[in-house]
């Protein structure tokens, strides 16, 4: 299994482009999370997914769009990037979660500019 | 809101020194306790839990306890070595089915190990 994978690893956009990042599990978890690291701060949550079809607010998710089409994957859309959307992002995934813990991809860097 | 504080860092020790990172949560009824641990360019990695109050959680010689008296979740390891340099996030998930297994986290700790 490769677990969580995030692409891609490194990302500098302008300020108003837009992009997708990918993530992808192989572990067939029904539940996925997007979360962003700032500097000195904990992970907070963008938005999460608890099915193929099913995706809902996480506590940051003003500027994020997701879809979950299947449950591998779960991509996350910038639209209109600005720079307090400089950050590290992290997807995670988990089988049941009230049973098992998250399981984390290595993140993708983005630097808006 | 749910909320979880960790002690201010970044953390500096000797090698074979003894570590403590202070959490201390805010949350109603009974959550669910995590150490996370992020080596560095990684993601995060589960390191230890406690479910429920008096737990001890366990793995790679690190300890923490969950007490509910005190709503605390210390991370501690009695001879840290070079190799757990690394940032640790403590994190809580609230009880409960609708809680849908998010986790609110801690600012992070930074730990830095010198031979």
């Known amino acids: 299994n490769a677990g969580v994978t995030q692409t891609p690893k490194f990302r500098i956009l302008k300020i108003g482009q837009s992009m997708t990042l990918q993530c992808a599990q192989d572990m067939n978890h029904n539940y996925m999370y997007w979360y962003r690291q700032d500097p000195g701060m904990g992970l907070k949550l963008i938005y999460y997914?608890?099915?193929?079809?099913?995706?809902d607010k996480g506590e940051v998710p003003n500027g994020y769009n997701v879809s979950r089409s299947t449950t591998e994957d779960f991509p996350l859309r910038l639209e209109l990037a600005a720079p307090s959307q400089t950050s590290v992002y992290f997807c995670?995934?988990?089988?049941?979660?009230?049973?098992?813990?998250?399981?984390f991809g290595p993140g993708t860097r983005l630097t808006v500019t | 809101g749910n909320s979880v504080t960790q002690m201010e860092g970044p953390v500096t020790l000797s090698e074979e020194a003894f570590l403590t990172i202070n959490c201390t949560y805010t949350a109603t009824g009974y959550p669910s306790l995590f150490w996370y641990v992020q080596y560095p360019g990684e993601g995060l990695q589960l390191l230890l839990k406690?479910?429920?109050?008096?737990d001890k959680g366990s793995n790679k010689g690190f300890e923490a306890t969950y007490r509910k008296e005190t709503t605390s979740f210390h991370l501690e390891k009695g001879s840290v070595q070079v190799s757990d340099s690394a940032v640790y996030f403590c994190a809580l998930r609230r009880a409960g089915g609708t809680s849908y297994g998010k986790l609110t986290f801690g600012q992070g700790t930074i730990l830095t190990v010198h031979p």
């Open positions: 997914s608890v099915g193929a079809g099913i995706t």
């Open positions: 995670a995934s988990s089988p049941l979660p009230d049973r098992y813990e998250q399981y």
């Open positions: 406690a479910t429920k109050a008096d």
